[in-house]
């Protein structure tokens, strides 16, 4: 029975089963006994196992086909009506073009099938920043996943009442899931995304990187607000007072181990904790007061596992404790859990690695999980979870933090003069790969407010909808900084102790929110002075921190011509602001 009466969605969703012609529908409620039945469903085709449930109560397990593990950036697509409206860092395809080649495909895809019908939220059930999907899927993975990542089920619909036809329409099936005919297409101006012969989670679960953030990072620049890659923490001092930042970062550069970060010892015994408000997403609007404030659409933690262990991160291996999906994960047969390569130095001895074949841990060249095996855990089992969580109203935000991976350029810390400034920081935001071995260092890779694969419209028009948020926030605008925990010695060692010990840096960045600390003018923006960061309790000394603070002009003047050279890529389209802050940095460089 259907659980709503809105016209949009009741006429989309014929149109869809025309097409798809699956053999019965399924309505998702969200109730705990329809998803016991789909559970149990997915065990007994084998399609998912269950995990011990004493020590694992609530998991399951589920592997995708070798060709299936992943994003595939070359077959997703932004399908604007006018190409320039998608830039040139998307994938583009006519949209007319693009319907009627994937018609083709989904025409009687689902034969034979059930066709889920998930409505979901993003963002907390009756918040104002919240907005609804409906998800049609012939995977029971899919619903199970949406679960977890998501507000699913008849409550979703309460945010869209009866005649509102702003939700995005998703539409996924397995298919073959042949790799040649996948496509995860996004078509903004409709509001709808398709996805097909995937069943791997970050092409196939739509609310995540696809509507949070391609579609969102669309509505946002029309409507005001902003969806971007960012995590969001809380830091609290001993009078109980809470701070909030947001931070993006390029993958690898532990994102998800600064949201769930865990004081060190010095600040824990003076009564300071951290919580987590979100691992991955944040959404932003200007609040009545004038502030930038935030929520985190995602209702759970979609994860990568290897390396996540009770050193790295003890508060995301805690948050898979119980009534968590495991894909792609080895699985240990001796006790039926799970393992993965950084877990532990256990390997199991009798066991099935991530590609159904029996694995027994000795050294060999297959790894018993896939690299990018994941979890998909509820943020309600996480220890530091924030109680403003489901608050509708989110929180409001003191500063921004951009990130990379530069191992002599980026300073440990640096503050940028202001908001215009800010964005330059953010639009060059960079990693680079390197080569241990040799101790070269590679190729920068420039991943923009670490959007590149994430923006659904040109990204110049992206920089231009950031500095006009910063005119409309004025003097209440969060500060922003740029960190970089990864510099390192002549042999390639990391100098900064990095994890928890990240906090010294955050400390000093909410003292420079609230006029509290100094800093120092450089070439480049802000710096702290070296003993304006607390040291106490490490392994550094004054002077590796003036080390780790060093700004090279010969090194930033090579970058400055590499950020010129990526700048090209927006031509008329790079807002005139960035391109003056450019000539700033030169200018300030000689």
Known sequence: MALTKNPNVLKWLDEMVALTTPDKIVWIDGSEEQLKGLRAEAIATGEMEELNQEKLPGCLLHRTLPSDVARVESRTFICSRNKEDAGPTNNWEDPKVMYEKLGKLYN?????????????????????????????????????????????????????????????????????????????????????????????GGNVLLGKKCFALRIASYQGKNEGWMAEHMLILGIENPKGEVKY???????????????????????????????????????????????????????????????????????ALASTRKNTIFTNVCHNLDDNTVWWEGLDK??????????????????????????????????????????????????????????????????????????????????????????????AVGVVRRDPMAMLPFCGYHMGDYFQHWLDMGKELGGKAPKIFNVNWFRTDDEGHFIWPGFGDNMRVLMWVLDRCEGKAEAVETPIGYEPKPEDINLEGLDIDLDTLKGLLDVDKGLWKEDASGIEEFYQKFGSKLPKELKAELETLKKNLD
């Not at 709808?192 to 791997?200: F, K, L």
């Not at 998800?256 to 987590?276: C, D, F, H, Q, R």
């Open 108 to 200: 009687g895809v689902m034969k034979g099938r059930t066709m889920y019908v998930i409505p979901y939220s993003m963002g907390p059930i009756g918040s104002p920043f919240s907005k609804v999907g409906v998800e049609l899927t012939d995977s029971i993975y899919v619903v199970l996943n949406m679960d977890i990542m998501t507000r699913m089920g008849a409550q979703a619909f309460e945010n869209l009442g009866d005649t509102s036809n702003d939700f995005v329409r998703g539409l996924h099936s397995k298919a073959n899931v042949d790799e040649n005919e996948r496509y995860i297409v996004h078509f903004p101006e409709d509001n709808t995304i398709w996805s097909i012969n995937s069943a791997y």
């Open 245 to 315: 930042i947001t931070a993006a970062f390029p993958s690898a550069c532990g994102k998800t181990n600064l949201a769930m970060l865990i004081p060190p010892e010095i600040y824990k015994k003076k009564g300071y904790k951290v919580w987590t408000v979100g691992d991955d997403i944040a959404w932003m609007r200007i609040g009545p007061d004038g502030r930038l404030w935030a929520i985190n659409p995602e209702n759970g933690f979609f994860g990568v596992a290897p390396g996540t262990n009770e050193k790295s991160n003890p508060n």
């Open 346 to 439: 256990n390997p199991p001895k009798h066991a099935i690695d991530w590609k159904g074949q029996p694995w027994d841990g000795s050294v060999s060249t297959e790894k018993g999980a896939h690299p990018n095996s994941r979890f998909t855990a509820p943020a309600i089992n996480c220890p530091c979870i924030s109680d403003k969580f489901n608050d509708p109203q989110g929180v409001p935000i003191s500063a921004i933090i951009f990130g990379g991976r530069r191992a002599k350029t980026a300073p440990l810390v640096y503050q940028a003069r202001d908001w215009e400034h800010g964005v330059f920081v953010g639009s060059i935001m960079a990693s680079e790969t390197t080569a241990a071995a040799s101790g």
